[in-house]
C-alpha cells in the first residue's frame, strides 16, 4: 500500500485498528474460556458484544471511504495476546487469572483510547466528519470500558488486601 497522502495513512491506520478489534475479540473468547466461573464473564461477554459493534462502525467508515481495510497487523495486540497465554500456561488461581484479566482488559482499553484519538483527529483534519462521529462512539465505549475496569482493579485490590 502506497502512502502517498494522509488519506492513505488514515487508512492504513484504521485498518490496523480494524485488526485490533479483532484480535482483542479474540483475546477476549481466549480469557472468557479460562474465567468462566468469574464474576467477570458477564463483563467480558458484554465487551465482546461491544468489539462486534465496534468492528461493524470501522467496516462503515471503510464504506464511507470508498476502501475495504488492508492486512494491517496491530502487533501490540499480538505482544498482549502473547503475554496473556504465558501467563495462563503458569497455571494461574482464579483470583490471579481474574486480576490479570482485569489489567490486560485496562490496557487494552487505553491502547484503544490512544488509537481511537489518533484516527479522530485525523478523520476531522480530512472532513470526514461521519467517520470521525463513528469513531467516536467507539472511542466513548473504550473510555467507559477502561473507567469499568480501573474500578473493578480498585474493588479486586481492596480484596486482596483485606484477605492478606
Same mark, same amino acid.
Given at each position: 500500500?502506497?502512502?502517498?497522502? !494522509?488519506?492513505?495513512?488514515?487508512?492504513?491506520?484504521?485498518?490496523?485498528?480494524?485488526?485490533?478489534?479483532?484480535?482483542?475479540?479474540?483475546?477476549? $473468547?481466549?480469557?472468557?474460556? =479460562?474465567?468462566?466461573?468469574?464474576?467477570?464473564?458477564?463483563?467480558?461477554?458484554?465487551?465482546?458484544?461491544?468489539?462486534?459493534?465496534?468492528?461493524?462502525?470501522?467496516?462503515?467508515?471503510?464504506?464511507?471511504? #470508498?476502501?475495504? !481495510?488492508?492486512?494491517? !497487523?496491530?502487533?501490540?495486540?499480538?505482544?498482549? =495476546? +502473547?503475554?496473556?497465554? +504465558?501467563?495462563?500456561?503458569?497455571? !494461574?488461581?482464579? #483470583?490471579?487469572?481474574?486480576?490479570?484479566?482485569?489489567? +490486560?482488559?485496562? =490496557?487494552?482499553?487505553?491502547?484503544?483510547?490512544?488509537?481511537?484519538?489518533?484516527?479522530?483527529?485525523?478523520?476531522?483534519?480530512?472532513? #470526514?466528519?461521519?467517520?470521525?462521529?463513528?469513531?467516536?462512539?467507539?472511542?466513548?465505549?473504550?473510555?467507559?470500558?477502561? $473507567?469499568?475496569?480501573?474500578?473493578?482493579?480498585?474493588?479486586? $485490590?481492596?480484596?486482596?488486601?483485606?484477605?492478606?
Amino acid at each position: 500500500m502506497p502512502m502517498d497522502n !494522509p488519506a492513505d495513512l488514515f487508512l492504513y491506520e484504521l485498518s490496523g485498528m480494524y485488526d485490533a478489534e479483532h484480535k482483542s475479540n479474540q483475546m477476549i $473468547g481466549e480469557i472468557l474460556g =479460562r474465567t468462566e466461573q468469574s464474576p467477570l464473564a458477564q463483563i467480558l461477554r458484554a465487551q465482546q458484544q461491544q468489539g462486534q459493534q465496534k468492528i461493524q462502525n470501522l467496516e462503515t467508515c471503510f464504506a464511507m471511504m #470508498e476502501s475495504e !481495510p488492508d492486512d494491517v !497487523p496491530c502487533m501490540a495486540m499480538d505482544g498482549m =495476546r +502473547a503475554e496473556f497465554q +504465558a501467563f495462563a500456561q503458569q497455571s !494461574p488461581s482464579m #483470583e490471579a487469572m481474574e486480576i490479570y484479566t482485569v489489567d +490486560a482488559e485496562t =490496557r487494552l482499553a487505553h491502547m484503544g483510547i490512544a488509537m481511537y484519538q489518533g484516527l479522530i483527529d485525523k478523520a476531522l483534519l480530512m472532513g #470526514e466528519l461521519q467517520c470521525a462521529q463513528i469513531l467516536r462512539t467507539n472511542l466513548v465505549q473504550k473510555q467507559e470500558n477502561a $473507567g469499568t475496569f480501573e474500578r473493578i482493579s480498585h474493588e479486586l $485490590g481492596q480484596r486482596v488486601a483485606m484477605n492478606v
